[in-house]
């Protein structure tokens, strides 16, 4: 719709401009026609003046005035054409600021198109670049759709293998409540092989008694032919105590029985337990899968690695860690960026607990205050922050905040300044926990410069605040 609006302009400013082309041609028709009547005025003038002096001159006869009034009537024709054509050029003249009026109206109205059509293009540009730029949007969002289905798809996958994981735990759980029930009715079973043993031991002592008591008839009845009626009791006793013998041989045959079932029994318990046995493993494989499923979709500690991939599960937060999920230790010292006042110790050397070597000067990063002032700036306060929580964690250390500035400006001034501004320093890491007895403040001034005062950037260094330890 704008497009075709500023066609229709473009159509208007071209029509105006046609218009335009007329008027300038009328002016320059009427300028033309203009100074032609302005000579033919002249040259009627010209006439009339010749024409009074004639008259003023002579006294011709009558016969030359009836002449000369035929010519002055004849010039007093041409003269009226003349008024004529000059009160014409007049009104042109009159019309002529109208016309200037109208064509600088017009000249306006062109410009006044012109702007619109150059805001017409500005705008159709910055269309163009809005389109553009959904354009970029629309692809990102596909590709963000794109990436949320493939999330949802992963999403899915899991909860249906965590489903079939936890079917598989049900079932193996319904398999050992079954194994436990087998190994109770085992434990029952070898209760009563127990008590049948016990009783198979004391049929075998029954038996033994039996057999002696037999051995001892038998050669009461060798011994006393003679005594029948009393070997007749003996032999039906003996009977009996055979029928008894012949029952006791039963019961131990059942229970010889009843000890291949225990065999059986105790068969199926081995085999049971070594079934229950596989089935803890398996579930103990499973456990292991579900959890490493679950550690791989959790991250505890939130610092961006998932626990199945944290090899420092507990880092606090807010910390910097490497794809293991450990704080980053830039120069291999053995302390944590976080915590080290030295990330550029040189490989291998020793340092302490600050992460420093013994005489390396430990000078505070990003430790800047207000021109001319002790007022700490919220950078500084920020890196403070991080110095207060070192030095918490480590009590009993003594530690000189020392202050230095350049060498620009009165000595006496910086030596001042250096001591408030470490003072200030000290002052704000006491109001963050840090206890004040481990803590003292000095200003050095201008002493002991690390870097060039002759340069912007060296002066820049000098103006700092160090640590030193108190021994």
């Known amino acids: 719709a704008q497009l075709e609006a500023a066609n229709q302009k473009l159509a208007a400013q071209e029509e105006l401009q046609k218009q335009i082309e007329t008027l300038q041609a009328s002016v320059t028709s009427l300028k033309e026609e203009n100074g032609s009547l302005t000579t033919q005025l002249k040259e009627a003038q010209d ?46 003249k009159a019309d002529l600021p109208a016309k200037s009026d109208e064509l600088a109206t017009a000249q306006g109205r062109i410009e006044e ?7 017409l293009q500005t ?17 990102q969002v596909s590709e963000l759709k794109a990436k949320l289905t493939t999330l949802s798809q992963t999403l899915t996958k899991n909860k249906e293998l965590t489903k079939t994981l936890q079917d598989r735990l049900t079932a193996a759980e319904a398999k050992i409540k079954t194994l436990n029930d087998a190994l109770a009715q085992e434990e029952k079973l070898q209760k009563q092989l127990a008590e049948k043993e016990t009783a198979f031991t004391q049929v ?12 001892q008839l038998a050669g009461k009845l060798a011994q006393s032919a003679a005594v029948a009626a009393q070997l007749a009791e003996l032999q039906s006793t003996f009977s009996t105590k055979e029928n008894e013998i012949e029952q006791l041989k039963a019961t131990i045959e059942n229970l010889k029985g009843s000890a291949k079932e225990v065999e059986g029994l105790k068969q199926q318990l081995e085999e049971a337990n070594q079934n229950i046995k596989a089935l803890e493993e398996k579930i103990q494989t499973l456990q292991k899968e579900r959890e490493q499923i679950i550690r791989k979709s959790k991250d505890s ?22 794809a293991e999920g450990c704080e980053i230790d830039s ?40 021109l001319g002032t002790a007022k700490l700036t919220k950078t500084a306060q920020k890196s403070l922050n991080g110095v207060a929580q070192i ?52 200003g050095f001034g201008e002493a002991d410069p690390i870097a060039d005062n002759a340069t912007a950037e060296g002066r820049a260094k000098n103006r700092r605040v160090e640590l030193h330890r108190v021994q």
């Open 204 to 215: 075998q002592q029954n038996l033994a008694a039996l057999t002696t008591e037999k051995q």
């Open 391 to 442: 030095l918490v964690g480590l009590p009993g250390m003594k530690l000189e905040i020392a202050g230095y500035t350049d060498n620009i400006g009165d000595s006496k001034r910086n030596q001042e300044l250096s001591r408030k501004r470490a003072q200030a320093v000290m002052d704000y890491l006491v109001k963050h926990g840090v206890p004040s007895d481990q803590l003292s403040a000095k």
């Open 47 to 92: 006439k009339i003046t010749t024409l009074t002096d004639i008259q003023a001159q002579l006294e011709p006869p009558k016969a030359s005035v009836t002449s000369l009034k035929e010519a002055n009537a004849t010039l007093s024709t041409q003269l009226e054409g003349a008024q004529t054509a000059a009160a014409a050029l007049e009104k042109l």
């Open 123 to 139: 705008n159709a540009d910055d269309l163009k670049e809005k389109t553009t730029a959904l354009a970029a949007a629309n692809d």
């Open 301 to 322: 500690d939130k610092d961006g690695v998932s626990d199945a991939d944290d090899k420092c599960p507990n880092t606090i937060t807010g910390a910097k860690v490497n």
């Open 331 to 370: 120069d291999k010292d053995g302390v944590v960026d976080r915590l080290d006042l030295c990330p550029n110790t040189a490989s291998g050397a020793t340092v302490d607990k600050l992460g420093c070597a013994e005489n390396a000067k430990i000078v505070l990063q990003d430790i800047n205050f207000a």
């Open 113 to 119: 198109l012109q702007n619109k059509i150059t805001q």
